[in-house]
């Protein structure tokens, strides 16, 4: 008799552990009291009320609204799937020009046996981009940075990480972030941006720490294919990597310069507010069309090409829409304050450094459901600045405490869009993120408690 075959546990698919995540939060809204906040307006703004918390009736989501919730996401982001959707026939095109990859040839060629410069470079440039603020759009920088990763050695969680990590250095400091430390220096009434001084450092030694990170994985690959976290794996979206063959030529340097004009361009919109639903996404076809007309496309190719790269993001486009059905469900059933206000509940009356610590933490627990940066700041700001009054502790560290918790965890729920957009173009399933990236996270976390309890010692104020 042959040996009955040992059956291995297989990691569901993406979309299948969003659907047991939905039907969790579905069920939730039958076991978690509803309760709600009551809104005032500070500076301006609505924020909640520290003091009025009450529970309200129950609201539970049936069966059938929590699914008529997950299509309902294509809605609700039909400005961020518009977006990826078309970014990515875009970059189908410039890549198909080459132009990315000779370039990329010469200065994998230049830097490929220093990483310790070029695996910094090319973080700092997406933590400058996370510290003024650019998350959504990050998205639109995937299909580039997985040429990049490929290139530099590695595979598609170095490409998808070059961008998250990056993003969440800038975004935790949150130098000159508006969706985050704006807003929530608004609440409490601070000077927009001030105390950016600590912010800054604490993304320099995140942006460090995670230098280090990607320079030791790119290493191991290189020196053990079998060792990348990837290795077999099926579906991967596949960058070119034999680019030191591609041959320079005038019309690639001049597709090139086209393209570095174009995400010039693209930056600038990304910091003083274009619409991500439309004047980005313009840009980059524009780019593209100016990049393929260059490289002596025919429109024929231009739009074959722009097509073969649109179709890559469907299923981008669905794990957006689905995380966003998820958020939908969790506020239908309005249990979004009532686990604000138990994790606010669980850390008064306690020492400052402990209180602090407490807000932190549940910052990144509030996160995990609640990822949208200026949702969080109006729904918690409000109490931790009550918290923050009577513990002696200031308004600025209570801004940065709610910094850290708002950006870490982004890393690892998968009601982030941003999260599941750029492994979901990549073709990275969750669980291999997670495991590549778990032990970082938890370094970042550290040092964001690190500059918690930093803040607190110095009575970090509006210097």
């Given at each position: ?149 490929y290139n530099l050695g590695g595979d598609a969680l170095v490409g998808v990480a070059l961008v998250l990590l990056g993003e969440i250095c800038g975004q935790a400091g949150g130098a000159f972030c508006t969706s985050s430390t704006a807003v929530a220096q608004g609440l409490v009434g601070l000077e927009i941006f001030s105390g950016w001084q600590l912010r800054i450092a604490a993304t320099v030694v995140l942006w460090a720490v995670g230098s280090l ?251």
């Amino acid at each position: 008799m042959k040996q009955a075959e040992k059956k291995h546990f297989r990691v569901p698919h993406q979309l299948i552990i969003m659907l047991i995540i939905a039907g969790l939060a579905t069920l939730a809204t039958y076991l978690v009291p509803a309760g709600a906040y009551d809104t005032v307006e500070i500076n301006g703004r609505n924020a909640i009320d520290a003091s009025s918390f009450h529970y309200i009736d129950q609201t539970p989501v049936s069966l059938w609204k929590a699914f008529l919730a997950l299509p309902g996401g294509f809605s609700k982001q039909v400005s961020i799937i518009a977006m990826i959707t078309m970014i990515a026939g875009s970059i189908g095109v410039i890549n198909e020009t080459k132009c990315i990859d000779a370039s990329i040839g010469k200065l994998v060629s230049r830097y490929k046996d220093n990483l310790y410069i070029i695996v910094p470079l090319l973080l700092g440039v997406f933590a400058i981009l996370g510290t003024m603020g650019i998350n959504t759009p990050i998205i639109a920088f995937v299909p580039i940075a997985l040429i990049l990763g490929y290139n530099l050695g590695g595979d598609a969680l170095v490409g998808v990480a070059l961008v998250l990590l990056g993003e969440i250095c800038g975004q935790a400091g949150g130098a000159f972030c508006t969706s985050s430390t704006a807003v929530a220096q608004g609440l409490v009434g601070l000077e927009i941006f001030s105390g950016w001084q600590l912010r800054i450092a604490a993304t320099v030694v995140l942006w460090a720490v995670g230098s280090l990170f990607l320079i030791r994985y790119v290493r191991r690959i290189r020196k053990d294919p079998t060792k990348s976290y990837l290795y077999g794996a099926e579906g991967l979206t596949v960058g070119e990597t034999n680019t030191e063959e591609l041959e320079f030529t005038t019309r690639r340097k001049c597709a090139l310069a086209a393209f570095l004009a174009g995400f010039v361009v693209i930056v600038y919109g990304a910091t003083h507010g274009w619409s991500t639903a439309d004047e980005i996404p313009a840009v980059f076809m524009l780019t593209a069309v100016a990049c393929g007309l260059i490289s002596g496309f025919t429109p024929d190719q231009i739009a074959k090409e722009f097509v073969k790269g649109a179709k890559t993001m469907t299923g981008a486009a669905l794990v957006v829409a689905f995380a966003t059905g998820i958020n939908t469900i969790l506020s239908s059933g309005n249990i979004i304050h009532t686990i604000v206000h138990a994790m606010a509940s669980l850390f008064e009356g306690g020492s400052v450094y402990v209180s602090a610590i407490g807000m932190y933490i549940s910052n990144l627990l509030i996160n995990f459901v609640l990822c949208s940066s200026s949702s969080q700041a109006t729904t918690v700001i409000p109490i931790f600045s009550g918290v923050g009054d009577v513990l002696h502790m200031t308004q600025q560290s209570v801004v940065q405490t709610f910094n850290f918790g708002d950006a870490f965890t982004n890393l690892l729920t998968p009601v982030s869009s941003v999260l599941m957009g750029c492994i979901g173009y990549a073709g990275v399933t969750l669980d291999k993120w997670i495991r590549f990236a778990w032990k970082i996270i938890g370094i970042f976390i550290l040092i964001g408690a690190a500059f918690v309890l930093l803040g607190v010692a110095i009575h970090y104020g509006p210097f």
